[in-house]
């Protein structure tokens, strides 16, 4: 069985947690992707005497490049170790705890500051006129929306860190093989 760790009976987590992760991996890529040639199509028509919005757009790409690339190295280390390699091992650990770090803690940081800002202005909102449904709906939308995003980074964060961990195991680092090299 795939799962299964080879040395147990048990199921083995930190291969299902590799998973979710390169397929999360893979929806960013594609995400990044897709942005990235919108963007691109919002720059073909733009005249070069528009210089602020043509800087704007080319950094907003430029992220988007680099989110793609680390997004694919990502999809690659998970690919190395679900496989096994010896050399995705390490490399999972680190990009665990580098994402547990910056998409966990410092993305949660400013969501949480976002959600104080988003609040006081609904606030302000409220106070200075009464809203018809449709933006009560969006607002109970939005509030719901960052609910999830924090949960998922109050889980996520955890998670990350005990797959670094897991992964540093006596038991599970000798699952792992090192590639062989052939003579020639």
Avoid at 43 to 58: E, F, R
Avoid at 83 to 91: E, G, K
Avoid at 95 to 104: D, E, K, P, S, Y
Avoid at 166 to 183: D, S, V, Y
Wanted: glycine share 8%; charged share 10%.
């Amino acid at each position: 069985m795939p799962l299964t760790m080879r040395n147990d009976k048990g199921f083995a987590f930190w291969r299902i947690a590799a998973w979710l992760i390169l397929l999360l991996a893979a929806y960013g890529c594609l995400q990044y992707m897709t942005h990235a040639g919108q963007l691109w199509q919002a720059l073909k028509p733009l005249p070069a005497s528009d210089s602020g919005d043509i800087l704007q757009l080319q950094k907003m790409l430029a992220w988007d490049v680099l989110y793609f690339i680390i997004a694919f190295a990502l999809v690659v280390i998970c690919a190395g170790a679900i496989l096994r390699q010896a050399w995705a091992r390490a490399s999972l650990q680190v990009a665990c705890v580098l994402l547990a770090i910056g998409w966990g803690l410092v993305g949660g940081l400013m969501l949480f500051s976002q959600w104080r800002e988003f609040s006081q202005a609904v606030a302000l909102t409220n106070a200075q006129s009464s809203l018809d449904t449709a933006s009560q709906l969006a607002l109970a939308h939005m509030h719901r929306s960052f609910l999830i995003a924090m949960g998922t980074k109050i889980a996520g964060a955890p998670a990350l860190l005990w797959l670094a961990w897991w992964l540093g195991r006596p038991q599970i680092r000798a699952q792992f093989r090192k590639l062989r090299r052939t003579g020639g």
